[in-house]
C-alpha cells in the first residue's frame, strides 16, 4: 500500500498495514491495536497541532524527570487508570486469594535484607509499627519460606528515595517469612501522603483539580516456589482516602485496622517505650498451577 | 464516585469522573478521550503486566535518548502516523496553498541567517544544489519578506544534530524572500535517508521489519504576515522511496524534479566548477483570514 497523500482512515489504514509483517504476532497485534486508538484518539478530539506538541513536551519531561529513584511513566499509568486496568485484566477470576493492585513508582531492585523481626525503618521518621501476619494457602497451609518485599512511605508522607539528600534505603527490605508462613518486621506507622507535585504528572492533577492523596498503606511483593506471586499493598483502616485514591488502587480485602498501643512489651516480645502501632494481615497465595484459576498471568511479579 | 473496589468498565467510568472538574473544558475533553482510548486498548489486547511493563521501559527510553538535538517521541508520533494525522486534521479544507507535512524531530531553533541567495551547507557533504522559487499567495501575488527556515540532511543521510562530532550548524538556515517573493540558497542535493536505528524507535520499525527509509527532501518552515504558516517538505521526484516513507509524509504536490547541471554559470550566477543540482519551487501561502478555508487552526508553524 501507497504511503503517498493519505488522509484519515486511509492514512490509518496504511500505518496498519505497515505493521502488518511483525516479527512477533503478539506484538502486531498490539502495535496495530495501539494506532487504532491513538488515531481515534486524535480523530475524536481533532487534536490541533499545538496540542500535539504540548503533548510531546509532556512526554518529554515525564522522560526526562525519569531516573533510577523516579519513575513518573509508571505514576501517569496509575494516575491514568490504565495500572490498575492491567492488573485487573490479568487478575480476573474471583478468588479468596490476596488480591493484587498497583505497582507504584517506588520500588526499588535491591532491598536491604532483613531477619524474620527485624526493623526495616532504618532511622525513616515515624512512630513505631509492628507488621505480622501468615503467608498461607487459599486452603489455609503454611507458605514455608516466602520472599517478602516491603516498601512504604515514612511520617513526612515520603519515600527514602524522595528524600534527595538520602543514600541510604530507608523503610524498605526483603525477609523470609518462616517454615510455619509466619511474617514478622517492624516499620514506621505508614501514613496518607500525595504523590510527587513537581512533576509533569502532579501538574496534571493540579489542572485537573484532582486530589493528589493516597491512603496509607504497605507495599508487598510476595513469592514463593509453586504460588503466583502478588504484588499489592495492605491499606490502614480508617484513612480518610480510601474512597478517593488518585491511582485506583484501594480493594476491601486489602484494609486492615492500624492498632495502638501504648508503651511497653509488644507481641513479638519487645519493649518500647513509646507508643506503637501494630497492623496484622495474612497473605493469601494462589497456586501456580493451571488448574487454579484466581490469575491469568502468573501473578503480577516482575520477576 | 469511590474510587474502591473497581473493575474494568467501572474503574474506565471512575477515572473519568476524576477528571471531571478540570480547569479548562478543552483539557478535560482531551483527556477524558484519551483515558477512554487508552482503557479501550490495554482491554482490547487483553495487555499482560510483563507487556505493560515493556510499554513503561520503551516509553522511559524513549525519554532518555531525546534531549536538545533529538526528539525520539516526535520520531515515535512520526513513525505510528499519529503526526500526520494530526497534520491532516488541521488543514482539511482542499484548496492550491502548498500542503503541510511532517514537522519531523529534526528542526533546531535558532538557525544562522543567511542572505537570500547564501549557502546553508556550511561544509555539509553532498554535491551543490541550488534551490530557488518564489513565496506567492494562491492568487498567484508575490508575497514580500516571507520567512523561510530551511533544514535537511547532508549526502551521508544525516542531520548536523546526528554527527556527535559537530557543533556547528551544517545544511540548516533560515532567509528572508525578497518583496518579489523569490527566494534562493545553495545548499547541497537531499538524500534518502533511514530515521535513525540506534533508539527505540528505530528497534521498533526493526522488530516491525519496516523500512526506515524517507524518500529526499527539504523541511520548509514559511511564515509572512497575513498569511497561514506552512511548515513542510520538498521531496525530490524520482526518489524510490516516494511510496514508502516511513512516516507517511508525501503529497504529491510537494515533489519537485531534482535537476543535474555540467559544471558552468548556475542561474543565479554563481560559477561552478562541478556538476550541480536545482530545484524549482513555489511556496504557495494561503491568507490568515476567517474567510479562507484552507486551514482549521493557522497553520502548522510552532511559534
Known amino acids: 500500500m501507497s504511503t503517498r497523500n493519505l488522509a484519515d482512515e486511509e492514512l490509518t489504514q496504511a500505518v496498519l498495514s505497515s505493521f502488518s509483517g511483525c516479527r512477533s504476532e503478539r506484538f502486531q497485534e498490539i502495535i496495530q491495536s495501539l494506532v487504532r486508538h491513538l488515531h481515534a484518539f486524535a480523530s475524536d478530539v481533532e487534536l490541533t497541532e499545538e496540542e ?71 532511622g525513616a521518621p515515624g512512630e513505631p509499627c509492628l507488621v505480622q501476619g501468615r503467608v498461607i494457602s487459599v486452603s489455609g497451609e503454611a507458605v514455608p519460606q516466602a520472599h517478602i518485599e516491603v516498601w512504604q512511605a515514612d511520617d513526612d508522607g515520603l ?49 485537573s483539580n484532582r486530589s493528589p492523596m493516597r491512603p496509607a498503606h504497605i507495599h508487598f511483593m510476595v513469592t514463593a516456589r509453586g504460588y503466583q506471586s502478588v504484588t499489592t499493598h495492605v491499606f490502614a483502616d480508617g484513612d480518610p482516602y480510601l474512597d478517593s485514591d488518585a491511582v485506583f488502587g484501594v480493594k476491601s480485602e486489602l484494609i486492615a485496622p492500624l492498632t495502638r ?26 497456586l501456580d498451577d493451571a488448574s487454579d484459576m484466581s490469575g491469568r498471568a502468573g501473578g503480577s511479579s516482575r520477576r
Chains 1, 2 share one sequence.
Open 52 to 122: 500535539w506538541f504540548a503533548g510531546i513536551d509532556f512526554l518529554t519531561q515525564t522522560g526526562h524527570i525519569t531516573d533510577d529513584k523516579r519513575q513518573e511513566f509508571i505514576l501517569l499509568s496509575d494516575v491514568l487508570g490504565v495500572s490498575m486496568l492491567v492488573v485487573g485484566l490479568n487478575h480476573r477470576k474471583p478468588s479468596v486469594a490476596t488480591p493484587s493492585t498497583v505497582f507504584g513508582p517506588f520500588f526499588v531492585e535491591g532491598s536491604p535484607r532483613v531477619a524474620n523481626g527485624e526493623d526495616i525503618a532504618n
Open 159 to 207: 519515600y527514602d528515595v524522595q528524600h534527595a539528600d538520602l543514600s541510604e534505603p530507608r523503610g524498605r527490605g526483603h525477609l523470609y517469612a518462616g517454615d510455619d508462613g509466619r511474617y514478622c518486621f517492624w516499620s514506621v506507622k505508614p501514613t496518607a501522603y500525595p504523590i510527587p507535585a513537581d512533576g509533569p504528572v502532579g501538574k496534571l492533577l493540579a489542572n
Open 261 to 286: 498501643h501504648q508503651p511497653g512489651r509488644a507481641a513479638d516480645g519487645r519493649d518500647l517505650d513509646v507508643p506503637y502501632w501494630s497492623i496484622n494481615y495474612d497473605i493469601v497465595l494462589a
